[in-house]
């Protein structure tokens, strides 16, 4: 069941969403050689924390940490570790921020110091790719029009669209209806109404779509050992388009 929001409501979870951006915009300064993940999570946490939020992630279907952090050839669900991040390296930090039980989801990939012009390349076609599916986030518009925009530009650029892990509703709860995945055909699945919130969170890849699970049960890596980024946003469809709750 789709669970449409109110303005009070989706002003309740831009509040979140304002948290969780200004968390973001924190990290990007702190991404650098030597850093690492477990210590942007331990930040991430503190700073939702001193903010009056906490992380919906960390015991979500026992997850045991407030982010998720992907490195290189991890599409998502990462474990942050205490590996330092490399030069050249790309970390993609996922977060779901929880204030008063209204929820915000954003993940940002960032470039570890000077990185390979086709990893640069990959993180600017996936964000792009992003903000393709926001443009088709408006009224009377189907999901599949956000996958089929994400697919047609991001396969044009040469990178493949990940299959496995799907965008969502988004509330109450972390995952709502509807899911949908970041390819296919226009003009099907669900038909986007006012006072739905949904998250866009397209992930590439330079090589094959296809992914394989750690021992761990969580970190899904890139079969082919390729590259991997991710951009989210979560945002309200209203009757004048598609507002970014978490908008950095």
């Known amino acids: 069941m789709i669970i449409l929001k109110t303005k009070e409501q989706i002003e309740n ?6 948290i969780l951006a200004a968390c973001h915009r924190e990290i990007a300064k702190m991404i650098r050689p030597g850093i690492t993940t477990l210590e942007i999570d331990a930040f991430a946490e503190a700073f939702m924390k001193k903010n009056g939020a906490t992380p919906e992630q960390k015991g979500y279907n026992g ?3 407030a982010t998720c952090g992907s490195v290189n050839d991890v599409i998502c669900h990462g474990f942050p570790n205490h590996t330092p991040l490399k030069e050249g390296d790309i970390a993609t930090i996922d977060m779901v921020v929880n204030l008063n039980g209204w929820l915000a989801d954003s993940a940002w990939s960032y470039a570890v110091g000077q990185v390979s012009e086709q990893a640069q390349k990959l993180l600017d076609v996936t964000k792009e790719s992003l903000f393709k ?13 956000i996958s089929h925009a994400i697919q047609v530009y991001a396969e044009a650029q040469g990178f493949s669209v ?3 892990f799907i965008a969502h509703g988004i509330g109450q709860s972390m995952h709502e209806e509807p899911h949908y995945p970041h390819y296919g055909p226009p003009h099907r699945g669900t038909r986007l109404k006012e ?3 949904i998250t866009i969170e397209p992930m590439l ?3 094959t ?3 394989k699970i750690d021992e761990d049960g969580w970190t899904a ?3 082919d050992g390729g590259l991997s980024a991710q951009y989210e946003h979560t945002l309200a469809i209203t009757a004048d388009g598609p507002v970014l709750l978490t908008e950095q």
């Open 205 to 207: 890849n330079t090589g």
């Open 162 to 164: 990940v299959r496995d």
């Open 195 to 197: 006072g739905m919130v």
């Open 13 to 18: 979870m831009k509040k979140a969403g304002e």
């Open 209 to 211: 779509y296809r992914c």
């Open 133 to 145: 599916g926001i443009e088709q986030a408006v009224v009377g518009n189907r999901v599949g029009d």
């Open 221 to 223: 890596r890139t079969l």
């Open 63 to 65: 997850y045991p940490y």
